[in-house]
């Protein structure tokens, strides 16, 4: 059949089983919305900024594993989509932009709102197209959802044509995808399987450190089943949270720079670590020449290029993890390790950094720990960058699989928002919250209007503390508490500007208004804004210095804490 450029996008994505897309129009994509009329099942999202529609795009396909679609114009509308693709690529995401081009005979004169957007995006996406021939449209579609997904996911850009978009010819969609360059390894080398079993029999110490390629490939069972059945304690990437639950008694939570202490000398002490789906990122490591010192390592991760970059690998197993995974399953041996247990337990006692201060003050721990409880830690949480982020990684008990969502590799703030409403799309029947402070919420809080417009019911807490909290807590500890830029002195009313999206709004002055602030947010269908005005100059404990190792840790001091159950 003949159809035109713009409904063969159209099409494309139908037979993708697109439902949803995040997009905001402009003068070279208008032919495609102009047909997306004709396409009903396609549901499109108007979002205020195209920064949101990707990160929104992004929410989506972490919650949901599968591709997430956003839409921008050209110029200014696809240059916007730079930091969402750069998240998606970081944190290897899939995610499919289409971004309008202006006419192919004015490409390279400088026209109107023309940018060479596959030349911008190169080093920030898996792959990316500039579609010059109508004809190639259904190829060129199939391509970009296929490498999208396969392997390690990442984010693809197909760049269309606006006369591109309205010519018309025979259309025809490949019912395969044959990529010489593309051929990811999913099983695992039995011969570096079976070796990596061995070590753990041998090891006298080991830990596992499980990142986001766990969530990705859907290997929360294999991972808990080696856990278990070699009994092995689990450390967990930022991105690697929600892989394994926060309540198995082998948990040790989040190692690395903000982590918890004992999870970072349990590294240290290690003589095995079994990295599963991670790529050893700085924030981890710290001074790689110092990372786990006595420690064999097997890396297991689909992408060949992220083992041994950072870290000296024994055994490198390159595979999907959930497949390799099962594998190593049935070689590893049942066994116990009971007197390292005890350590790691007598670590836990001596380095409790999952404790909270007993004080009367509002401070963001005891925030995050209440709206845990609360929640029964089942909701999908949603962060934004910096201290709040962390906190959340350290005081919120995520007991249900891929529940957590944030910007790790990039730390882009501002992506909270509009990700958690791409969650929310996606996962309608699992409440979704955001943590977020109160920088980054204002990069992005004009998303607060695309919630009321599709009825969508996301809970937000601003950290508010008045400050970009984690770059002030950078000059606390470095820079002999000067402040330079960091301070926010007319921050807006939020629940004022709540109420002007017509969204309930909260304030918390009070340690004492914190659970009934949260009930009444869950309580309630629609969105909700809580504004917290917490302790302004609150640090997040504890702090290895940036290049330096275990050694050089900043800790809380003990007498200031008690446990709060």
């Given amino acids: 059949m003949k159809l035109t450029g713009a409904q063969m996008v159209c099409e494309s994505l139908r037979r993708e089983g697109v439902e949803v897309m995040f997009g905001l129009p402009g003068g070279a994509i208008l032919p495609f919305y102009q047909v997306l009329p004709q396409y009903p099942q396609l549901r499109h999202i108007l979002v205020r900024h195209e920064q949101a529609a990707g990160h929104a795009a992004d929410g989506y396909a972490r919650a949901t594993g599968r591709v997430g679609v956003c839409v921008a114009t050209s110029g200014p509308g696809a240059t ?25 005979n004015l490409i390279g004169r400088d026209a109107f709102q023309e940018t060479d957007t596959t030349g911008i995006t190169l080093p920030i996406t898996k792959h990316n197209y500039l579609v010059m ?19 390690r996911p990442g984010p693809v850009l197909v760049d269309i044509p606006k006369d591109v978009l309205t010519e018309t010819t025979e259309f025809e969609y490949p019912e395969e995808v044959s990529l010489r360059g593309h051929r990811p390894v999913l099983e695992g080398h039995p011969q570096m399987i079976k070796k990596a079993a061995r070590l753990i029999a041998e090891a006298k110490r080991p830990v596992i450190m499980a990142g ?13 089943e080696l856990a278990e059945k070699a009994q092995v304690p689990v450390v967990t990437t930022l991105l690697g949270i929600s892989s394994f639950p926060s309540s198995h008694i082998l948990s040790m939570g989040m190692p690395g720079m903000h982590g918890m202490a004992y999870a970072t000398l349990a590294i240290d002490r290690a003589d095995l670590l079994i990295g599963v789906g991670l790529r050893f990122d700085d924030r981890i490591t710290g001074r790689v020449s110092a990372f786990a010192p006595r420690a064999r390592v097997v890396h297991i991760d689909v992408d060949p290029a992220e083992i041994g970059k950072n870290v000296k690998v024994h055994v490198p197993i390159v595979g999907d993890v959930k497949r390799v995974l099962r594998v190593l399953n049935r070689h590893v041996e049942q066994a116990t390790h009971t007197e390292w247990l005890r350590e790691v337990e007598e670590l836990r006692r ?7 201060r007993e004080t009367d003050k509002l401070i963001p721990q005891y925030v995050i720990r209440q709206l845990s409880e609360l929640t029964g830690g089942k909701a999908i949480v949603v962060t934004g960058v910096g201290q709040h982020q962390m906190w959340a990684a350290q005081h919120f008990a995520f007991k249900e699989a891929n529940t957590l969502i944030t910007s790790g590799g990039l730390g882009a703030m501002g992506f909270e928002t509009p990700a ?86 909260l304030r918390v002055t009070d340690k004492v208004q914190v659970v009934p602030a949260i009930q009444r947010a869950i309580e309630h269908s629609g969105p909700v804004v809580i504004d917290f005005m917490v302790e302004p100059e609150e640090n997040v404990y504890p702090m290895v210095p940036s290049g330096e190792s275990a050694a050089e840790m900043i800790e809380e001091k003990l007498e200031e804490r008690v446990w709060l159950r």
């Fill in 350 to 356: 001596e380095h409790p950094s999952d404790t909270i």
């Fill in 133 to 151: 021939e109508t004809a190639d449209l259904p190829r060129v579609m199939k391509e970009a959802f296929y490498v999208a997904r396969t392997g």
């Fill in 420 to 505: 958690a409403i791409g969650a929310a799309v996606g996962r309608p029947d699992v409440p979704v919250w955001t943590i977020s402070g109160d920088g980054g919420f204002q990069m992005t809080m004009y998303e607060l209007a695309t919630m009321m417009e599709n009825d969508i019911p996301v809970k937000v807490a601003i950290i508010n503390n008045n400050f970009l909290g984690m770059v002030r807590q950078l000059q606390d500890f470095f820079y002999q508490k000067s402040y330079v830029a960091t301070g926010y002195t007319h921050n807006p009313d939020f629940v004022k500007l709540a109420e002007a999206y017509g969204i309930l709004g």
């Fill in 80 to 104: 916007n989509l730079v930091t969402a693709l750069a998240t998606a690529m970081m944190d290897s995401v899939p995610v499919v932009a289409i971004t309008g081009q202006v006419p192919r």
């Fill in 212 to 224: 986001h390629g766990v969530i990705i490939s859907g290997a929360w069972e294999e991972l808990r």
